[in-house]
């Protein structure tokens, strides 16, 4: 069966740390695509990354990065240099293609950074 | 472009009675997916569009519960007799063929009372 877990509940950083989000999930398909997801206060969900399970590339955007490794089933993200606009509930989803597409979220780590 | 669009934004309805939400997906996205977001049970998938294909509806919680979606486009969740336990945020979410990114809505945040 397929799952997302987020170990962290909850991480409070101060501004201009740098912090991980950790995601581990499970799967039985061979192909796959993972996902992070920021909801900021105001309650949308904002796509941020879409990696396939084929790629394990690590990709950095700005002040964001993911690591894949698919031998440890993770998809880590890290933010650097965080700032107060980073804060946010951060979800880590799977999809598996052959079930359509749809998602499978993680509980979500929630991301407090204080100035 | 716009994004996806759900209306309404909150609704508050007792016990018992039939509710409507409405999605309005990004134009040129032929799937279409509806979310729920609650305290307890996190984000869980409900149902899924795909073109004229038979929807995907596995993730839905009870026979009160259905949808359809008009012309490949619109969407409209119902639920009926609704329960205390429906209260939660309905999100929907639309991506275009084969990418899988899916741009979700605000979301409706459902009261039952």
């Known amino acids: 069966a397929q799952k997302v877990t987020q170990a962290q509940t909850e991480i409070s950083v101060v501004e201009k740390e740098d912090v991980t989000l950790d995601c581990v999930y499970e799967?039985?398909?061979?192909?796959?695509?993972l996902f992070w997801y920021k909801q900021p206060p105001s309650g949308e969900l904002v796509f941020l990354i879409r990696?396939?399970?084929?790629?394990?590339q690590n990709e950095i955007s700005g002040r964001y990065s993911w690591n894949f490794q698919k031998s440890t089933s993770s998809f880590n993200f890290t933010i650097t240099a965080s700032q107060v606009v980073d804060s946010a509930v951060y979800f880590c989803a799977l999809s598996e293609i052959f079930q359509g597409g749809k998602l499978i979220f993680g509980q979500g780590t929630e991301l407090s950074v204080k100035p | 472009g716009a994004g996806v669009s759900q209306s309404p934004s909150n609704k508050v309805t007792e016990k018992g009675k039939d509710v409507e939400l409405r999605c309005d997906p990004i134009s040129g996205h032929t799937a279409l997916y509806w979310y729920r977001q609650s305290l307890g049970q996190g984000l869980e998938f409900l149902i899924y569009?795909?073109?004229?294909?038979?929807?995907?509806k596995s993730g839905l919680p009870s026979d009160r519960f259905s949808a359809e979606r008009t012309g490949g486009s619109v969407s409209t969740l119902t639920i009926q007799r609704t329960q205390q336990e429906d209260s939660a945020v309905y999100l929907c979410?639309?991506?275009?063929?084969?990418?899988?990114?899916?741009?979700f809505g605000p979301g409706t945040r459902l009261t039952v009372t």
């Open positions: 990696r396939n399970s084929f790629d394990e």
């Open positions: 799967t039985r398909d061979t192909t796959y695509y």
């Open positions: 569009f795909q073109g004229n294909s038979a929807p995907d």
């Open positions: 979410a639309s991506s275009g063929r084969e990418t899988y990114e899916q741009y």
